[in-house]
Structures are given as structure tokens and as C-alpha cells.
């Protein structure tokens, strides 16, 4: 069983960076899709950024493309994401989840993922 431990989340201004990282234990599979959620308030869960593990590929959603990053420390299993330039738009809960590595390939939808950490708040303010 895989477990997602989110952390880095606070305050921030428009503007200014963050980086948010998430923990990864019990690695199920041999290779695997790491990806960004968030969820503001009375909003959808949608998708940041995802990363296929072993080939080191991304995807970013178009809403922050050019401003954040994804990355991923093997020798310690943490996903980051540096948010930069944010704005009051990127607030919201950020959960890191993860997949099968196939499920990097698809649709960015958060049913496709089957474990999920449970969260750190990003508020913007302007």
C-alpha cells in the first residue's frame, strides 16, 4: 500500500514562490505516475502537473504552464512542486497522488488515481 505525505503549504503573495513536497512510502508499483491536484473551495479537484517516474516526463496543465515545475528525488521518493509567480487563482488544497505509470499517458482526471495524500493549503493573497 502506497502512502502520500503532502507538505510546504502556507501564505504566500502574488508573485513570490513556494514549494510544496510530497512524501512517497510503500512504492507499489515498478513504475509509476506521480501527479499535482488541486481543489479551491466549491471547485472541481483539477489537475497541475504530473510525472512519470522512470522516464522523468511531465505534463502541465495550461493554467500554470511556464510558472511551476515538477520534479522528483529519487533517493529520498519526494515529488516537488516549485510555484512560481503565483496567484490568487493557484489557491486552493494540493494533494499529490499516484498511479500506474500508464495513467500519465491519458486524461488528467483524478479517478484515474488510486492513492492520495491528504493535503496542504495554498492561499494566494494579492
Known amino acids: 500500500q502506497m502512502q502520500l505525505v503532502e507538505s510546504g503549504g502556507g501564505s504566500v503573495q502574488a508573485g513570490g514562490s513556494l514549494r510544496l513536497s510530497c512524501a512517497a512510502t510503500g512504492t507499489t508499483y515498478s513504475s509509476y505516475c506521480l501527479a499535482w491536484f488541486r481543489q479551491a473551495p466549491e471547485k472541481e479537484r483539477e489537475g497541475v502537473a504530473r510525472l512519470i517516474v522512470n522516464s522523468g516526463a511531465t505534463f502541465f496543465a495550461d493554467s500554470v504552464k511556464g510558472r511551476f515545475a515538477v520534479s522528483y528525488d529519487k533517493a529520498g521518493d519526494v515529488l516537488y512542486l516549485q510555484m512560481n509567480n503565483p496567484n490568487p487563482g493557484d489557491t486552493g488544497m494540493y494533494y499529490c497522488?499516484?498511479?500506474?505509470?500508464?495513467?500519465?499517458?491519458?486524461?488528467?482526471?483524478?479517478?484515474?488515481?488510486?492513492?492520495w495524500g491528504q493535503g496542504t493549503q495554498v492561499t494566494v493573497s494579492s
Open positions: 497522488a499516484a498511479s500506474p505509470w500508464s495513467t500519465c499517458t491519458g486524461k488528467f482526471l483524478p479517478v484515474q488515481y488510486n492513492f
